[in-house]
């Protein structure tokens, strides 16, 4: 009698035992899977588009910048700087914003020349990090658009000359995307 109240015991003991781990175990999925949800979301939003429609926002922004004799941009929370005609600008000294020793402080001139850019990006619901153009007799010849990308190293090219083939040791996969642009991404 005592060695079954003893088994009743420790049974009910291991019930409670596997019932709690059981309810552990689906917080701790659920928790991934919230994780891998919210990771998958900001993939997503992060990520540029490849579809067509992005052409004429591109090459509106390219020309925006081109107008401007703006041959980098570079917009970043640790770094806004600007080369252009008008003059060399970063906000920080650090060798990897802008031109590095080159570069002066903004003033009205260039403060305004990189809010239109600025301005301009965000009108065509890109979010570059830094662009760089190639002009020749004033019409674009190059320009690459290095895109904030959480997961990648994420670039739109435009190179109307000739299609663009990346260096081979970058193991880049190249988006064709028409009217001279490619969508260029390296991974991580």
């Known amino acids: 009698m005592v060695m079954t109240r003893l088994l009743k015991a420790l049974s009910r003991a291991l019930w409670g035992t596997v019932k709690y781990l059981a309810q552990v175990l689906i917080k ?12 998958v979301v900001l993939i997503y939003a ?8 992005m052409v004429p926002r591109l090459n509106t922004l390219i020309t925006r910048v081109n107008d401007y004799k703006v041959t980098y941009f570079q917009d970043q929370d ?4 600007l080369l252009a005609e008008a003059g060399n600008y970063a906000s ?15 003033d009205e001139q260039g403060s305004e020349i990189f809010t239109r850019i600025r301005d301009a990006a965000n ?27 959480f997961y990648c190293y994420a670039s739109y090219i435009y ?14 996969s190249v988006t064709d995307m028409g009217g001279g642009w490619y969508y260029v991404n390296t991974g991580i």
């Open 46 to 53: 992060t990520a540029d588009s490849t579809s067509i429609d």
């Open 78 to 81: 640790w770094c806004k700087a």
């Open 159 to 172: 190179s109307p000359q000739a299609a663009y083939q990346p260096d081979k040791a970058e193991k880049a």
């Open 92 to 106: 920080s000294p650090a060798s990897t914003c802008g031109d590095g020793d080159k570069a002066q402080p903004f």
């Open 28 to 39: 701790i999925l659920l928790g991934i899977a919230a994780i891998v949800t919210s990771v």
């Open 123 to 149: 009108k065509a619901s890109i979010t570059p990090i830094i662009i760089s153009v190639r002009s020749e007799g004033g019409i674009v010849s190059f320009a690459q658009v290095d895109l904030s990308c």
